[in-house]
């Protein structure tokens, strides 16, 4: 006969590996869409560095892993919990449309494990 304690014990292991949690990692990436070349300033918790795209050059910028989060992500987060600050130019010119909003970057939901964030630079930000 087995101690009754086993079946508790076995039924708290049972939940705990049941209600698991999932690292997702999520990639920022950008598009020049402009006629010209542009740089592109980003500064993050592990790096402050700049970028230069070509016309028509898509990058990732950042990559990032937001640790254990609840099952069915990837999940939509602020933009701005990522990016410290960012900064797009075109010659003299600087970006004025808010960059660390999500309204200007598009959410894609790649598969179970990984998203992008995903944003078009075209002259009209200048």
Sequence with gaps: MKPWY??????????????????YSYNYIITNATET???VYIKTFSQDTTFT??????KNIYSTF?????????????????LDSIAIKKGKS???????SNKSWK??????????????VTDSDF
Excluded: N, W
């Design 6 to 23: 086993l079946k508790f014990i076995f039924a708290f292991l049972l939940m705990a590996f049941s209600s698991c949690e999932h690292g």
């Design 37 to 39: 070349t542009i740089a």
């Design 53 to 58: 795209f070509l016309p028509g050059q898509t």
């Design 66 to 82: 937001h640790g254990m989060e609840g099952i069915g992500g990837p999940f939509l987060s602020q933009v701005k919990f990522d």
């Design 94 to 100: 600087i970006g004025f449309r808010d960059y660390r």
């Design 107 to 120: 959410f894609d939901k790649k598969d179970k494990i990984k998203a992008e964030y995903k944003l078009i």
